[in-house]
């Protein structure tokens, strides 16, 4: 049955006479927030869970398990009705958590709802503010402050709560299936697999929320209709065998650095940051440019005001279109690693022998990441300057999500919890992150419906110091989750 096929006759009618209880969901979900949610996922924050890329020794420290161990202790005690809890952990790879919930009464015939997030985290970082820490739970000013407390330690609570809300409210959801992975800001490595391994367990998924995303303000429901594609290598270039003295090789040897500069400037035009490779672009659909439109229009300044630029730096463009067009459907690169440099206080004069920079493209969401991957190996190791050697490593690449349009019953949810939860339209935004599990389930899962939505905003601090989480935003989110399932329980 597709996502949006009539489910049996009875739990139709009862739909359209009576939703869940609005006043029962928001009572339960903010009693499970201020006396359940907060104090366990505070004691989340604690745990250094670094996700694999950050941690190669990760299997041995135990960070990742101590995660896993610590939300699967807390669901297990919550007494969702008929609800098993199973670690699943397959050879080498980092583990998954999954929860199965089974149907209401009457919703059995609704498929399976794939609730979605991770408890990985990024690396501390330094430069937090007085008081505050990564692995140390602060709740200022409505905000619970901590590496993983926005992105994405809160996914799995909510997706709890928001079950036991439909319950205590009287509602119906169909299957329902959290499913927290340890390895998403590693670029989902072992997610393929882990699919692969649960396809007949999962069975036909009809409806995906992920909680791991945001929108550009906390007043209203964020919806992600886009999220770029990703591709990264490391490449060096090599021009001696051993460095030498700068004053006598000079002029004779070009510099590493030089041979990398000109190899980039065939992929990215330097003066405007546009990329050059046809296999990166693609064209910005009619939707999506009227989207970014709304969205420009409804939280103006939001894309240009949400970085702190140092004073008298300018964004790249004056028009807040352009700059959102820019994040969620054009390819950028950026360099955010380097190999072969000695601090500044150490270098001496010095022709190096090599260069190593770490390259990461974003690219639009109908990219074909592994087409742009070939482009930018081939635009780096050919006929390249001087003969000189050019090594790749790294390489990865991962397919971006563009959402399918909503069935009429999700539209309709839609409106309606934006007026009773929100008190606002919702908005849908692209993101420029990446979330591969989203592009995964698409090509899996075509008739399925998507909701990815989450807590996080412009100032949410996500991957860089004081990471913090807009606890009102949860709540809200948790509650229209609720609704949502119940929603999609009734068609």
């Not at 409210?169 to 882990?194: C, F, K, M, N, Q």
Request: proline share 7%; hydrophobic share 40%.
């Amino acid at each position: 049955m597709a996502a949006n096929a009539e489910p049996n006759c009875d739990l139709a009618t009862a739909g359209r006479m009576a939703r869940v209880e609005q006043t029962t969901v928001r009572e339960t979900v903010q009693r499970l927030w201020d006396r359940e949610v907060l104090p366990s996922l505070s004691g989340l924050v604690e745990i250094p869970a670094l996700s694999q890329a950050f941690d190669p020794d990760w299997a041995a420290n135990g960070h990742l398990d101590a995660a896993v161990r610590h939300v699967q202790n807390w669901i297990a005690g919550r007494g969702l009705p008929g609800a098993t809890l199973d670690v699943v952990r397959l050879d080498g790879r980092s583990p998954v958590l999954l929860v199965d919930v089974p149907a209401t009464p009457g919703a059995e015939d609704r498929g399976t709802v794939l609730l979605y997030g991770h408890l990985d985290k990024q690396p501390p970082v330094g430069g937090w503010a007085e008081g505050l820490g990564p692995w140390t739970p602060v709740v200022r000013d409505g905000r619970l402050y901590g590496r993983g407390s926005a992105d994405d330690g809160y996914a799995g609570y909510a997706a709890t709560a928001a079950l036991e809300a439909v319950h205590a409210a009287g509602g119906a959801h169909a299957r329902s299936v959290i499913l927290l992975e340890t390895g998403e800001e590693s670029g989902s490595p072992d997610l393929p697999r882990y699919l692969e391994h649960l396809s007949e367990r999962l069975g036909r998924v009809s409806f995906v929320v992920c909680l791991d995303s945001g929108g550009n303000d906390y007043e209203r429901l964020w919806l992600t209709t886009s999220l770029r594609g990703m591709t990264q290598v490391h490449v060096t270039v090599r021009v001696l065998q051993a460095a030498a003295h700068s004053g006598l090789a000079s002029g004779v040897v070009p510099s590493s650095f030089r041979v990398l500069r000109q190899l980039l400037d065939r992929i990215e035009d330097a003066e405007t940051g546009e990329i050059k490779l046809a296999e990166l672009n693609v064209d910005i659909p009619s939707n999506r440019r009227d989207e970014a439109a709304a969205t420009v229009a409804v939280a103006p300044g939001a894309i240009s005001g949400s970085f702190p630029l140092m004073p008298g730096m300018r964004p790249v463009s004056d028009d807040e279109l352009e700059l959102l067009l820019n994040q969620s459907w054009r390819p950028t690169l950026s360099v955010i690693g380097a190999e072969g440099f000695p601090e500044p206080a150490n270098a001496g004069n010095v022709l190096r022998d090599h260069t190593t920079l770490a390259l990461s493209f974003r690219l639009p969401p109908t990219a074909d990441a592994a087409a742009a991957l070939n482009a930018v190996e081939k635009a780096l190791t050919t006929d390249v300057p001087y003969g000189a050697v050019v090594e790749l490593s790294g390489m990865e690449a991962a397919n971006g999500w563009n959402a399918p349009d909503p069935s009429p019953w999700l539209a309709s949810a839609l409106e309606r919890v934006s007026d009773e939860v929100f008190g606002a339209p919702w908005r849908s935004v692209g993101l420029g992150g990446s979330i591969p599990f989203m592009g995964l389930l698409g090509e899996k899962y075509p008739e399925a419906q998507f909701l990815v939505t989450g807590a996080l905003g412009p100032d949410s601090n996500a991957h860089v110091p004081d990471e913090w989480l807009h606890l009102a935003q949860a709540k809200r989110l948790t509650e229209a989750v609720a609704h949502m399932l119940d929603a999609h329980a009734r068609g």
